[in-house]
T-cell receptor, first 115, second 109 residues
Framework: NAGVTQTPKFRVLKTGQSMTLLCAQD?????MYWYRQDPGMGLRLIHY???????AKGEVPDGYNVSRLKKQNFLLGLESAAPSQTSVYFC??????????????FGPGTRLTVT | GQNIDQPTEMTATEGAIVQINCTYQ??????LFWYQQHAGEAPTFLSY??LDGLEEKGRFSSFLSRSKGYSYLLLKELQMKDSASYLC??????????WGAGTKLIIKP
């Protein structure tokens, strides 16, 4: 089992460019999440999904869009990148949303720099 | 508002014991998680508490007091590989995780 994988691992964008981050999980998890992690701050939830075909906004959704066309994949899109979106992006998945089995499994992260 | 507080950094000696505290104020409570994150890596799950009391798992233990909005992670017999950041996260009334900024633990020989 690969667990949760993310591509790419690193990316540098110019302001205004667009890109898509891909997250894949092979654990048959229903729930998937996209977070950003910035120095001195906790992980912040961007968007999440509670099942195939569903998405919902998290704490910091502005400037991002997501899609979950297949249960195993969760895509994060930046339509017009801004320097404020420079961050480390983590994808995570969980079997359910609550309780001890709500444990989230994280991908290795994507380090994005917007110049 | 929702808030999770942890010390920014702690230093301890190899072989010793260290306690990392976490206080929280959230809209609802459905459990508290501790994760470990080594530099440049993804967070990994350590423990989960939903009832008051102590949960022990090998060298690591986690304690919860819901009335005080307080938890701690206790690490015993510290090893150099325990050098990492420790993240406290509370599951709120919407079952979303609210994360603290993490405590960077430095282990000295």
């Amino acid at each position: 089992n690969a667990g949760v994988t993310q591509t790419p691992k690193f990316r540098v964008l110019k302001t205004g460019q667009s890109m898509t981050l891909l997250c894949a999980q092979d654990m048959n998890h229903e729930y998937m999440y996209w977070y950003r992690q910035d120095p001195g701050m906790g992980l912040r939830l961007i968007h999440y999904s509670v099942g195939e075909g569903t998405t919902a906004k998290g704490e910091v959704p502005d400037g991002y869009n997501v899609s979950r066309l297949k249960k195993q994949n969760f895509l994060l899109g930046l339509e017009s990148a801004a320097p404020s979106q420079t961050s480390v992006y983590f994808c995570a998945s969980s079997f359910v949303g609550e309780g001890p089995v709500g444990e989230q499994y994280f991908g290795p992260g994507t380090r994005l720099t917007v110049t | 508002g929702q808030n999770i507080d942890q010390p920014t950094e702690m230093t301890a000696t190899e072989g010793a014991i260290v306690q990392i505290n976490c206080t929280y104020q959230t809209s609802g409570f459905n459990g508290l998680f501790w994760y470990q994150q080594h530099a440049g890596e993804a967070p990994t799950f350590l423990s989960y508490n939903v009832l008051d009391g102590l949960e022990e798992k090998g060298r690591f233990s986690s304690f919860l007091s819901r009335s005080k909005g307080y938890s701690y992670l206790l690490l015993k017999e510290l090893q150099m590989k325990d050098s990492a950041s420790y993240l406290c996260a509370v599951q709120d009334s919407n079952y979303q995780l609210i994360w603290g900024a993490g405590t960077k633990l430095i282990i000295k020989p």
